[in-house]
């Protein structure tokens, strides 16, 4: 029965959240602020883990073909379709899911145990719309580019660590990549990643907004908002692949 009763609240919170915001000057300067708390500020880490885990897969690969019958273009091959299927749209959301959840989740619950959100229903502002929308409208629109970014510089990793490490061609990883490429492959990654974004930025709202006590309480709803979202990141991620791909 608690389950039922945090979804329900959640679905709830969501109608709240998709009302017309009552100012549009001020929805747009919170979305800026949002793009680059939740976006820019995650370049880095995106970057960074994509081009060594890149890396990672397309040595794996070349290291467990040990059949002289196998082309070395299977190493392109494969690490295209693991990073453009699984890595880039699923593992990234997942970390985004840890930094940006927290930082939701810490945020809202801060305002809501100092009430500060009180004041702003006092005053007539639909909070949750004024909080979370941004967040959503951010999340949603800007992931797919980051997403997109990762899928590079992942398949520009493999590269750089076969071509460093001797262990395959550059001219055979390129043509794997061009084997068999189907753009649709591009196009189940963001839709999934546009279903990730949009729980990243609800799920970890949801534990914020509802959260009861003082700060001790902001940290389990900071944490248990990672945990969720993770599941059910997870969850979204077998659906999907069933629904898309079968």
């Known amino acids: 029965m608690n389950y ?16 017309r915001p009552q100012k549009g000057v001020i929805f747009y300067e919170s979305l800026i602020k949002e793009i680059e708390e939740l976006g820019l500020k995650s370049l880095g880490i995106i ?12 040595l794996q690969t070349a290291l467990n073909l040990d059949s002289a019958f196998i082309p070395r273009s299977l190493i392109g091959f494969a690490a295209k379709r693991s990073i453009i299927l699984e890595f880039a749209p699923t593992f990234c959301s997942i970390i985004l899911a840890g930094k ?5 989740t810490s945020s809202i619950g801060t305002m809501r145990v100092t009430e500060q959100i009180d004041a702003l229903d006092v005053m007539g502002v639909n909070s949750l719309n004024h909080l979370v929308l941004p967040k959503v409208v951010a999340t949603v629109f800007f992931y797919p580019f980051l997403i997109s970014l990762g899928m590079m510089l992942g398949i520009f990793g493999g590269w750089i660590a076969g071509v460093l490490s001797g262990l395959f061609s550059g001219v055979d990883y390129i043509e794997g990549l061009q084997t068999d490429f189907k753009p649709f492959l591009l196009v189940y990654a963001i839709i999934k990643t546009l279903v990730f974004a949009f729980l990243i930025a609800t799920v970890p709202s949801y534990f914020g907004y509802y959260v009861k006590g003082g700060s001790i309480a902001v940290g389990k709803a900071s944490t248990q908002a990672v945990v969720w979202t993770t599941i059910l990141i997870v969850i979204a991620n077998y659906f999907l692949t069933q629904m898309l791909l079968t």
């Open 100 to 104: 940006v959840g927290s930082y939701i």
């Open 47 to 58: 970057m960074f883990i994509s081009f060594f885990i890149g890396g990672v897969i397309a």
């Open 4 to 19: 039922i009763e945090h979804i329900g609240k959640y679905f709830i919170m969501l109608k709240q959240v998709f009302k």
